[in-house]
Nanobody
Framework: QVQVVESGGGLVQPGGSLTLACAAS????????LGWYRQAPGKQREFVAG???????NYVDSVKGRFTALRENALNTVYLQMNNLKPEDTAVYYC?????????WGQGTQVTVSS
C-alpha cells in the first residue's frame, strides 16, 4: 500500500520561499514518476509539477521559473522548492504518482501566501 506524508507548508509573505517534502513508502521509489498537486479553496485539485525516475521535470505554466521539483531516491523523498510565491499559490499541496495519481491521497500540507 502506497503511503505519502507531505510536510513543509506554512504561512509566507508574497515573494517568499518554501520547500515542501514528501516521503513515500510502499513503492519502489526509484522506479516511479512522482508529482506535486494542489487544491485551492473552492477549486479542483490541479497538477503543479512532476519529476520522472530519470529526473525529467514538468511544470504547470503558472509556476514555471518559480518552482523546482527534486527527488532524493536514497531517502524516498521528493521536494518542491517554491520561490517568489504569490497569493494565488495558496492551496493544500499533495504528492502522488505522476502523471496518473492514485485514487488515495495523503493529508497534504497547507501553503498560505499572504501579507
Amino acid at each position: 500500500q502506497v503511503q505519502v506524508v507531505e510536510s513543509g507548508g506554512g504561512l509566507v509573505q508574497p515573494g517568499g520561499s518554501l520547500t515542501l517534502a514528501c516521503a513515500a513508502s510502499g513503492i519502489i521509489f526509484m522506479n516511479n514518476d512522482l508529482g506535486w498537486y494542489r487544491q485551492a479553496p473552492g477549486k479542483q485539485r490541479e497538477f503543479v509539477a512532476g519529476i520522472t525516475k530519470r529526473f525529467t521535470t514538468n511544470y504547470v505554466d503558472s509556476v514555471k521559473g518559480r518552482f523546482t521539483a527534486l527527488r532524493e531516491n536514497a531517502l524516498n523523498t521528493v521536494y518542491l522548492q517554491m520561490n517568489n510565491l504569490k497569493p494565488e499559490d495558496t492551496a493544500v499541496y499533495y504528492c502522488n504518482l505522476y502523471p496518473t495519481p492514485l485514487g488515495s491521497w495523503g493529508q497534504g500540507t497547507q501553503v498560505t501566501v499572504s501579507s
